[in-house]
């Protein structure tokens, strides 16, 4: 199992904006789409945005679209998530997820069709 990081999370007030990183350390997302997901106190997990492994296309939760954008860096070693326009509904864990396994759609990541590679989540706080 690959294990993820994240990092960019923090306090930020209502209209702000964050950079979220995912990265897996000694390997990278090469073929592999890859999405973000977050949890927020007392709700399920959901999902937030992906990008599928050919960069061609990405999915957003209707949440955050207009407001989000998932991307990744040309060495295929970090994954972002840039958010604008925060609001204090925004506030939760967001974790980074990677397809098991190679050549998933953007879809299969979406709804978890198949195992997935997980980080330990990043706090992302919005105040009002």
């Known amino acids: 199992q690959v294990l993820l990081v994240e990092s960019g999370g923090g306090l930020v007030q209502a209209g702000g904006s964050l950079r979220l990183s995912c990265a897996a350390p000694?390997?990278?997302?090469?073929?592999?789409?890859v999405g973000w997901f977050r949890q927020a106190r007392g709700n399920e997990r959901e999902f937030v945005a992906a990008?599928?492994?050919?960069?061609?296309?990405?999915e957003y939760a209707n949440s955050v679209k207009g407001r989000f954008t998932i991307s990744r860096d040309s060495a295929q070693s970090t994954v972002y998530l840039q958010m604008n326009s925060l609001r204090p509904e925004d506030t939760a864990v967001y974790y980074c997820?990677?397809?098991?396994?190679?050549?998933?759609?953007?879809?299969?990541?979406?709804?978890?069709?198949?195992?997935?590679?997980w980080g330990r989540g990043t706090q992302v706080t919005v105040s009002s």
């Open positions: 997820a990677r397809a098991g396994r190679i050549f998933s759609s953007v879809e299969s990541i979406r709804d978890l069709i198949d195992n997935v590679d």
């Open positions: 000694g390997r990278t997302f090469d073929l592999y789409s």
């Open positions: 990008i599928e492994w050919t960069n061609r296309r990405t």
